[in-house]
């Protein structure tokens, strides 16, 4: 079967394709990483390899907290895409400082406000073109 990129949202997590294949490997095993810079110690969301900061690109990866609080959200009620039951939850989560733009997993949308406490949930999505499972960051009601 032939692989067209253009109908696969995913990102490719391999290390042929991406620089941050370490932070997706570390996805699959059910953490939550981000990069530091070594030059002067800037969290980022999402993972940077270049400071904008001290332009080093010396960094490190490191763990963050598994809970955060909702910042803001929005329900997609309609137009959810093939694959994907709905209503979708896409939110700002505050993690360890952080904002984190990804979608909470709940069934249960009216339960959710601004402030609610929330735990990090990766979910696998689609294999990628040669068959490895791939994760994306998710939230779930803690
Ligand atoms: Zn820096």
Redesign the pocket.
Known sequence: MSYSRALDPLPLHSAEHTKHHEFYARLAEGRLTTSR??????LDWPPRLF??????DAFEWVDLPSDGTVHGFTVQETGVPVGFSGPLVFAIVKVGGLRIFAPILTRDPAALAVGVRVRFAPVRVADDPKGAPRHLVAFEPA
């Open positions: 810079c070594r030059g002067c110690g800037r400071c904008p900061e001290c332009a080093s």
